[in-house]
């Protein structure tokens, strides 16, 4: 019978090794100083090309934080966190659990752009790192009226706020944003009405679900509210998606969408139009994607405002904007 290093074997030989784990052990101030740390190991054991890297860190570590409504009302809701920093070529990583530390030291703090900045700052010294980025990505409840039956329901919106320290000292904010609603097509309306005109044909023109997602910079001294971003995109498209419908409504809405008949052309020069005229908006991106009733693919846009600089309208992510 071989023997078993971690089990005991059935011809009653016991394990090599004895497994158990110590409840009861605490650690003590010598016993800390005496772990080892990977951080102090010799160059040598880098393994890989000897270069910098750009990003390394965590994402997706969960939990509960606080957002201030543009009304004032202090909402917590469950984020996503994805923290990173750039790592010089002679060491050989991060202690990763800094990151989650010097975040969990600012937890208690309502979510602005300048609370980020104080983490990205805390987790920069922390880590010794000379760049870091932050993202907190959730979903933000917003009550929407119906139409016409005077009802309201909660609507959610996918939100992200952003923000980048560099290795010169600027601090970046961003804020993306998911729109989803309805796009009617110019072209199948117009067919249709012909073949009524014509042919006393009954016809239904072609609309499908869409998403807008909206990537802004916000500009050096000025607040902009997630409430803004959702105005402007209404103001824009106005064809939102609806919560809470009766039969009223749904005529509500196919008259709105007969109103405002648009292409993923026309939605993309919609928004630009709604938020290159806010000043408090210093670069955008903006991507939709119809997603076509007719075809079997979807119809695609990408705008950007063409800041020196700024975001270029390299978006081909597609598939995230499934709605």
């Given at each position: 019978m071989?023997?078993?290093?971690?089990?005991?074997?059935?011809?009653?030989?016991?394990?090599?090794?004895?497994?158990?784990?110590?409840?009861?052990?605490?650690?003590?101030?010598?016993?800390?100083?005496?772990?080892?740390?990977?951080?102090?190991?010799a160059h040598d054991s880098?393994?890989?090309?000897?270069?910098?890297?750009?990003?390394?860190?965590?994402?997706n570590f969960r939990l509960p934080l606080?957002?201030?409504?543009?009304?004032?009302?202090i909402v917590t809701l469950e984020t996503s966190v994805t923290g990173t920093v750039s790592l010089e070529a002679e060491l050989k990583g991060i202690n990763m659990s800094r990151i989650?530390?010097?975040?969990?030291?600012?937890?208690?703090?309502?979510?602005?752009?300048?609370?980020?900045?104080?983490?990205?700052k805390a987790y920069?010294?922390?880590?010794?790192?000379?760049d870091a980025r932050l993202k907190v990505k959730f979903s933000y409840p917003m009550l929407r009226p119906s139409l016409r039956s005077n009802l309201e329901g909660w609507q959610y919106y996918e939100v992200a706020f952003e923000g980048v320290m560099t290795r010169d000292g600027q601090y970046r904010r961003f804020m993306h944003f998911d729109f989803v609603y309805s796009s009617a097509c110019p072209c199948s309306a117009e067919l249709t009405e012909h073949a009524r005109d014509v042919r006393g044909a009954y016809g239904v023109p072609h609309s499908q679900r869409s998403k807008a997602r909206i990537c802004i910079e916000a500009a050096e001294g000025k607040k902009i509210w997630i409430e803004d971003i959702h105005a402007h995109c209404l103001n824009a498209l106005q064809t939102e998606t609806q919560v809470m419908v009766k039969r009223e409504d749904e005529q509500a809405f196919a008259e709105l969408n007969g109103a405002?008949?648009?292409f993923v052309e026309d939605?993309?020069?919609?928004?630009?139009?709604?938020f290159d005229g806010d000043e408090r908006v210093r670069d955008f991106r903006i991507a939709c994607s119809h997603l076509e009733s007719l075809?079997?693919?979807?119809?695609?846009?990408?705008?950007?405002?063409?800041v020196k600089g700024g975001f270029s309208a390299d978006f081909m992510d597609f598939g995230s904007l499934l709605c």
């Open positions: 071989k023997p078993m290093y971690l089990h005991d074997s059935s011809c009653g030989q016991k394990a090599k090794i004895k497994r158990s784990y110590d409840k009861g052990f605490r650690s003590t101030a010598a016993h800390l100083a005496s772990l080892p740390d990977m951080m102090q190991a880098i393994q890989g090309a000897h270069v910098p890297i750009q990003q390394v860190g965590i994402h606080k957002y201030r409504t543009k009304a004032g009302k989650m530390r010097s975040f969990y030291d600012h937890k208690d703090g309502v979510i602005t752009g300048e609370w980020m900045g104080k983490i990205l920069l010294r922390k880590v010794e790192s000379k405002y008949l648009k939605a993309a020069r919609l928004l630009y139009r709604e075809h079997s693919h979807d119809a695609v846009s990408v705008i950007c405002k063409g």
